[in-house]
């Protein structure tokens, strides 16, 4: 437990985050930076970029509502204080992102109608599987669909979204690349606490692994439906724009179809919740294909 607290103390992370990553930034990104003008000045682009931009605040909501509602059902002190910094993490992730809608040209007072017009009705019911654990007070159950799944879920599309705008929106990839440090910490919490209180509640095992296939079925939707439906890709080739020849687990992305990035997401979401669960004791479930 010592080395435990010492790793994921609040003073721990004041030196990594805000006094670290992040210092001297303004909503995550660097002062003066702004949405590049193609998104500005292309409706395909900037709607492509509005909706995905959407998905990211819902998902961070949920793990907002996540993290603070497991606070009080955490077992020791050291969890209840690293979940503290988790949740102010997530909050700044929400505002962050909500920032970057506004910066897109929503107007505040069409927020809400935007997200709840936008946000994917599967990305919504993998949200719902996780929050009904933490509304139960299942910690062991929260911690692992909110650290392991969410964020393992997370710190992959925010590595694919930075590979995708590193050198072509750098505002947008200096705002990715903060969230990317955090999402590392929030899994490395998840492998690094439920271990043990798996081994101490064995019984725990069976529900925890039916949520794990039942959110990863909700998210592979999610991505379905993103990539299958995105017009950008086609719009960027229209225009003659080509796309940045950065590299996302070894591949290439602009020379990927959106059916081929798919897949390689989700591959490296799945190969990674079976590894990480498989360190808990836990036995990954395979989800169906949408």
């Given at each position: 437990?010592?080395?435990?607290?010492?790793?994921?103390?609040?003073?721990?992370?004041?030196?990594?985050?805000?006094?670290?990553?992040?210092?001297?930034?303004?909503?995550?990104?660097?002062?003066?930076?702004?949405?590049?003008?193609?998104?500005?000045?292309?409706?395909?682009?900037?709607?492509?970029?509005?909706?995905?931009?959407?998905?990211?605040?819902?998902?961070?909501?949920?793990?907002?509502?996540?993290?603070?509602?497991?606070?009080?059902?955490?077992?020791?002190?050291?969890?209840?204080?690293?979940?503290?910094?988790?949740?102010?993490?997530?909050?700044?992730?929400?505002?962050?992102?909500?920032?970057?809608?506004?910066?897109?040209?929503?107007?505040?007072?069409?927020?809400?109608?935007?997200?709840?017009?936008?946000a994917n009705p599967n990305l919504v019911k993998f949200?719902?599987?996780?929050?009904?654990?933490?509304?139960?007070?299942?910690?062991?159950?929260?911690?692992?669909?909110?650290?392991?799944?969410?964020?393992?879920?997370?710190?992959?599309?925010?590595?694919?979204?930075?590979?995708?705008?590193?050198?072509?929106?750098?505002?947008?990839?200096?705002?990715?690349?903060?969230?990317?440090?955090?999402?590392?910490?929030?899994?490395?919490?998840?492998?690094?606490?439920?271990?043990?209180?798996?081994?101490?509640?064995?019984?725990?095992?069976?529900a925890i692994e039916r949520m794990q296939k039942d959110?990863?079925?909700?998210?592979?939707?999610?991505?379905?439906?993103?990539?299958?439906?995105?017009?950008?890709?086609?719009?960027?080739?229209?225009?003659?724009?080509?796309?940045?020849?950065?590299?996302?687990?070894?591949?290439?992305?602009?020379?990927?179809?959106?059916?081929?990035?798919?897949?390689?997401?989700?591959?490296?979401?799945?190969?990674?919740?079976?590894?990480?669960?498989?360190?808990?004791?836990?036995?990954?479930?395979?989800?169906?294909?949408?």
């Amino acid at each position: 437990m010592a080395d435990f607290l010492s790793g994921y103390s609040i003073q721990n992370w004041l030196e990594s985050c805000p006094q670290g990553y992040l210092d001297g930034t303004v909503y995550g990104h660097q002062p003066g930076e702004t949405e590049i003008e193609l998104l500005a000045t292309n409706a395909v682009l900037r709607e492509d970029a509005v909706r995905s931009t959407v998905q990211l605040v819902v998902g961070e909501r949920c793990a907002l509502a996540a993290s603070s509602g497991l606070i009080n059902a955490a077992p020791d002190e050291a969890s209840k204080r690293f979940l503290a910094t988790q949740t102010l993490d997530e909050a700044r992730h929400v505002e962050i992102f909500t920032q970057r809608l506004f910066d897109l040209g929503v107007r505040k007072s069409e927020l809400e109608s935007t997200i709840h017009d936008l946000a994917n009705p599967n990305l919504v019911k993998f949200a719902e599987v996780l929050l009904e654990r933490v509304d139960q007070g299942d910690f062991v159950a929260g911690v692992v669909g909110q650290n392991i799944v969410l964020e393992g879920m997370a710190f992959s599309v925010f590595e694919m979204m930075y590979a995708m705008n590193d050198g072509v929106n750098p505002k947008f990839a200096h705002t990715l690349a903060g969230t990317i440090a955090d999402e590392r910490r929030h899994v490395g919490f998840g492998e690094n606490r439920i271990g043990s209180l798996i081994k101490e509640h064995p019984e725990e095992r069976p529900a925890i692994e039916r949520m794990q296939k039942d959110m990863s079925y909700f998210m592979l939707a999610t991505f379905a439906d993103a990539f299958r439906n995105n017009a950008a890709v086609a719009e960027l080739e229209r225009i003659g724009q080509e796309r940045s020849h950065t590299r996302f687990r070894g591949a290439d992305l602009a020379v990927m179809a959106p059916e081929e990035m798919e897949s390689l997401l989700a591959d490296t979401v799945l190969k990674e919740f079976k590894v990480r669960l498989g360190r808990l004791g836990l036995e990954y479930q395979t989800p169906a294909r949408p």
